[in-house]
C-alpha cells in the first residue's frame, strides 16, 4: 500500500469514528449530564424533605411536652379557683363577714396560681366584681325575706358573671393558644 492509501484509508476511519461520535452524542449527553444532574436533584430533594420533616416532628413534640407540662397546672389552678369562687359565693349568702372576707382572700391567692398561663384577660377585673357582688349579696341578705324577686336579681347577676368567669377562664386555659 502507498502512503497516499494509506492516508485515505486512515481519513475514511477517521470519518467513520466522527460519524459514529455525532450519533453518540446525544446519548453522552444525556448519560454525562442530565443523569448525574436528575440523580442530584433527587437527592436534595429527599434530604431536604427529611430536614422539614424532623423540623416539624421536632416542633411537635416541643409543644406537646409543653402541654404536657402545663395541662396539670393549668387543671388544678382551675378547679381550686372556681372552688374558691363556690366558696365565697356560698359564704355571701350563709356566713358572717370574717368568713366571707377569708373566702375572698383566697380567691386572690388562687387568680395568682392561674396567671401565669393567661394572656390578655379581663378576669383580674371580673374576679374583682365578683367579690364586689359577693359584698353586695352579704349585705343585702335581708333582701331575702323583705324583697326576694330583688334579692333574686341580685342572685342571677352573680351567678351570671360567675358562669362568664368560668367560661372565660376555660378559654383561656384551655383552648386558645
Known amino acids: 500500500m502507498t502512503k497516499t492509501q494509506i492516508e ?6 477517521d470519518d467513520q469514528i466522527k460519524q459514529i461520535l455525532e450519533k453518540q452524542e446525544p446519548q453522552n449527553i444525556w448519560r ?10 433527587i437527592a436534595l430533594t429527599g434530604v431536604l424533605s ?4 424532623q423540623n416539624n416532628t421536632i416542633g411537635a413534640q416541643a409543644e406537646m411536652n409543653r ?17 374558691a369562687l363556690q366558696i365565697s359565693l356560698n359564704n355571701s349568702l350563709e356566713s358572717d363577714k ?3 372576707i377569708g373566702s375572698d382572700d383566697l380567691i ?11 394572656s390578655k384577660s379581663t378576669l383580674w377585673d371580673d374576679m374583682q366584681e365578683f367579690i364586689s357582688q359577693c359584698y353586695d349579696m352579704y ?8 324583697d326576694n324577686a330583688a334579692w333574686n336579681i341580685k342572685l342571677n347577676s352573680l ?18 393558644k
Open 8 to 13: 485515505h484509508k486512515l481519513d475514511l476511519l
Open 32 to 41: 454525562d449530564i442530565w443523569i448525574p444532574l436528575l440523580s442530584t436533584i
Open 50 to 53: 427529611g430536614i422539614w420533616i
Open 67 to 83: 402541654y404536657q407540662v402545663t395541662f396539670a397546672a393549668k387543671q388544678k389552678g382551675y378547679a381550686e379557683f372556681m372552688s
Open 98 to 100: 370574717e368568713t366571707l
Open 108 to 118: 386572690v391567692s388562687k387568680y395568682y396560681a392561674i396567671e401565669p398561663f393567661l
Open 139 to 146: 349585705d343585702s341578705r335581708d333582701l331575702r325575706i323583705s
Open 159 to 176: 351567678l351570671d358573671l360567675r358562669n362568664k368567669i368560668d367560661n372565660e377562664l376555660r378559654e383561656e386555659l384551655f383552648y386558645s
